[in-house]
């Protein structure tokens, strides 16, 4: 069975930072794009940053400059780093991957860890 396993995370000061991982685990042929999701309470779940298997990146403008994504293809693993961190950054971060287990890929979510930006 596919998942996506996250790590890092927590409580951090304005202004500080920390770094996230998501890892794809289980039997599969092929990772596309892998990313990172937000969602604040009371609001919808948007996309942070997104990274294709060929090293193409997408940021949202609010993290443009602060959060860097990358990924180890071998590791089938991705990473974020959030630098600069503001308390409108605190939010539920879910890591996506588009991940071909048999016939066509489909679409898997992490399970969600906590980012609180607080003094």
């Known amino acids: 069975q596919v998942q996506l396993v996250e790590s890092g995370g927590g409580l951090v000061q304005p202004g500080g930072s920390t770094g996230l991982s998501c890892a794809a685990t289980?039997?599969?042929?092929?990772?596309?794009?892998m990313g990172w999701y937000r969602q604040a309470p009371g609001k919808q779940r948007d996309v942070v940053a997104t990274?294709?298997?060929?090293?193409?990146?997408n940021y949202a403008d609010s993290v443009k400059g602060r959060f860097t994504i990358s990924r180890d293809n071998a590791m089938n693993t991705v990473y974020l780093q959030m630098n600069s961190l503001k308390p409108e950054d605190t939010a539920v971060y879910y890591c996506?991957?588009?991940?071909?287990?048999?016939?066509?890929?489909?679409?898997?979510w992490g399970q969600g860890t906590q980012v609180t930006v607080s003094s």
């Open positions: 990274m294709t298997s060929t090293g193409n990146t």
């Open positions: 996506h991957a588009s991940i071909q287990p048999g016939q066509g890929p489909r679409d898997y």
């Open positions: 289980g039997r599969f042929f092929r990772v596309y794009d």
